[in-house]
């Protein structure tokens, strides 16, 4: 009932940007939080940033600085500005919702398939 639709992901040079995107589409009345999560190869997903619907953000002590999480709310979309990109910062991003009002049902959470980022010369 939810999908979560990413893009922007590639391959850049290391100090380059990258501007990743999420669509929400489905029967949302509203989100609370949007945001992103990654994982490289062999090791454990983790938080890269998140924002709530009211603007307030987190972000990974990693990519304070270089990273920039922004949203729109009329149109469930959130975004990751990424600069100043570092070999390290290769992984999966994942796009993920929580605290979700869905339309016929009580399912709250959802995660996007991924979109690989890939950092190297």
């Known amino acids: 009932q939810v999908e979560l639709a990413e893009s922007g992901g590639g391959l850049v040079q290391p100090g380059g940007s990258l501007r990743l995107s999420c669509v929400a589409s489905g029967s949302i009345n509203s989100i609370y939080v949007m945001g992103w999560y990654r994982q490289a190869p062999g090791k454990e997903r983790e938080l890269v940033a998140s924002?709530?619907?009211?603007?307030?953000?987190e972000y990974a002590e990693s990519v304070k600085g270089r990273f920039t999480i922004s949203r729109d709310n009329p149109k469930n979309t959130v975004y990751l500005q990424m600069n100043s990109l570092k070999p390290e910062d290769t992984a999966v991003y994942y796009c993920h919702i929580d605290e979700a009002w869905v339309r016929g049902t009580d399912v709250m959470e959802y995660w996007g398939k991924g979109t690989l980022v890939t950092v190297s010369s």
């Open positions: 924002i709530t619907r009211h603007g307030d953000t």
